[in-house]
């Protein structure tokens, strides 16, 4: 009896035990599967999947070609090595390896970088191109991997590289189109998530696999016109050469629709070499960046102003003395001599400062530059032909600029009296080309634009951009038919024989002090050139409005001897690149 009694003593602690333990067994796997779920499942999924961002490509950049958009900025395929540091199993011959074949393109501390077993992604090297990829994958080292990527490529070297910028090492535009147009041509990079073996292969299995394509960049068409741009830029060093100015800058637009056809600036660089870039000045596209006073080519805006209030014309009269005194400031001519009783044209042809404050007087009460005249100035130049205001032009660091309104305090007489020659604004190239582009093409204002279109990724299918739009009426056509004669008498004047015959041209110079330290100085001026070019019927509209600006530090540039021969050159040989038809 006692023996059974020993015998069920052992049985039930026995059950006992084998209930605790298995309750420990029960509260084990609750907690880790239960409890800990979330923390396990984490943990085999930074075993099992593996994510990769697939990048987007970057959008290329057109340009015309006499109508047909060619590609100006191209992407070159190279990659990034990379390894995932837990499964790699030969270090020291992958660092080999990427030190032989990577070169100067690897990072530095390889060692540390594979030493850091947590990760399972360290870039090795950058910029590798697709023999040397090929070339490290033989050696099939388990954990290293390759991700393909772009890099931009400019073929056509320094041609443009004010208007296209670059993309710095991140891979984000700077300067010019690549910046002004980053996110649109960046693209979304797409992501590649797959749950994979010990040996890193994929698996088909599992609800965890993601493949998000990428979305590439837009593929932007200019309007720039690439056999406009190098000839422009040519003609430009050629002119600069000659003159001995050391800075220069062309527009070239159509004045029909406001599209820009060309920018060249010299100093210039190659956007592949912009790290040897040693003055940043050189990535500015002075003809948007660079506001300054023009000079005399303001008086065509003044001219137009007066005309359409009908205050002058150009056979009204005034009597030139080479001087006019406008509160207690005396202004003179630059070119004596024409005095006595002469007409605006007359004014217009030589150039004659006197003119043209006379012609702001007359807007108001014909003696002196009164608050009306001003405020007319003022509504003309800033509100209807947008001198002093950003154009919106598709290109990055345009500068404003500035044109003091008549209410403020320094917006007096003596300062519109100098606006009227083209002294104390401060105005970019693209702003004069556009306000001139209305003054000659009938009196619309286009809103300047470089952009065309798209083109899709096979570069065969190309999709209009809509227009920027546009101000008809912004002077009066009659007023437009005015001047568009009036300039090209002033061009005929002097320089009609370096026109090629049977052609309607015109044009004004401008030469203008520049500011140093706060005074105007005598040893600098800065030498423009503006006009337009066509066909011998004045009807028939201008097809191109050029300007050109040449500058230097303590050099006396003039807009008739240093500026007005790069005009020619490039008019001349716009003439037959447009296969535009002389008289007769």
Known sequence: MQLDLKKGSRARTLAILTLVIMAIFIVRLFYLQIIRHDYYVAQANNEQLKQLIIPAKRGEIYAMDDGTPVPLVLNQAVYTAFADPKIVDEPQKMIDLIHRVAGGNARPNLDRLLGLKDSRYQILATKVTRQQAEMMKKENLRGLGFQEESQRVYPEGKLAAQILGFVNNEGKGQYGLEDAMNARLTGKDGLLQSVTDISNVPLTIGNKNINIPPQNGENVVMTLDRNVQAYTEKALADGLKKSGATNGSVLVMDPQTGRVLSMANFPTYNPSEYNKVQNADAFNNATISAPYEPGSDIKTITMTTGVDKGAVGPESTYNNTDYITVDDATITNATKGQTG??????????????????????????????????????????NKLHLGQLTGIELANEQAGTIIPPSDPQGNAVRYSNMAFGQGLDVTMLQVGAAFSAVINGGTYHTPS??????????????????????????KATTSDTMRKMIHDARSAFYAGKDKPGYYIGGKTGTSQTIENGHYVDNQTVGTYLGFGGESSAASGPKYVIMVQVSGKNMNLQGGRDAMPIFTDIS??????MKLQPKG
């Open 341 to 382: 009783n002469i007409t605006f044209q007359h004014a217009l042809n030589y150039s004659l400062n006197t003119g043209f404050v006379t012609v702001a007087e007359r807007l108001g009460d014909g003696k002196s530059i009164t608050l009306a005249a001003r405020n007319t100035m003022y509504d003309y130049f800033y």
């Open 450 to 475: 470089i952009i065309a279109g798209t083109m899709n990724d096979d570069g065969d299918a190309f999709t209009p951009a809509a227009s920027k739009g546009s101000v008809a009426n912004a002077i």
């Open 572 to 577: 001349n040989w716009l003439l037959s690149y």
